[in-house]
């Protein structure tokens, strides 16, 4: 499968932005999708994930009601909803996808085989 995320960009603390990661080549249904982010100088970071066939959805503890994944089955395409953006929150956002992950490995980058290209938010006055 080949991802391809979009929907980065400026915004002001408080502000949302919506990003996409749009599947082609296979369903993501069948995939474990987990977005990452690396801000400068930090490591890459789990966000958020959405298992296979949409059965749930887990998050990190710091956009814990802030963020939402979801998805358009007809669009092959998994959303992740940002809320209530902050300064902290700026980064590189990255999608990526795998087939056979297990749950107790979803929040370690190395497990996933597929990786859609980057895309910056930046949460500033």
């Known amino acids: 499968v080949q991802l391809q995320a979009s929907g980065g960009g400026l915004v002001q603390p408080g502000g949302s932005l919506r990003l996409s990661c749009a599947g082609s080549?296979?369903?993501?249904?069948?995939?474990?999708v987990g977005w990452f982010r690396q801000a400068p100088g930090k490591e890459r970071e789990f966000v958020a994930a959405?298992?296979?066939?949409?059965?749930?959805?887990y998050y990190t503890d710091s956009v814990k009601g802030r963020f939402t994944v979801s998805r358009d089955t007809a669009k092959n395409t998994v959303y992740l909803q940002m809320n209530s953006l902050k300064p902290e929150d700026t980064a590189v956002y990255y999608c990526a996808a795998d087939l056979t992950i297990i749950i107790s490995s979803m929040t370690r980058g190395s497990e996933y085989d597929y990786w859609g290209q980057g895309t910056q938010v930046t949460v500033s006055s």
């Open positions: 959405m298992w296979r066939r949409g059965s749930n959805t």
């Open positions: 080549g296979r369903t993501l249904n069948n995939y474990v």
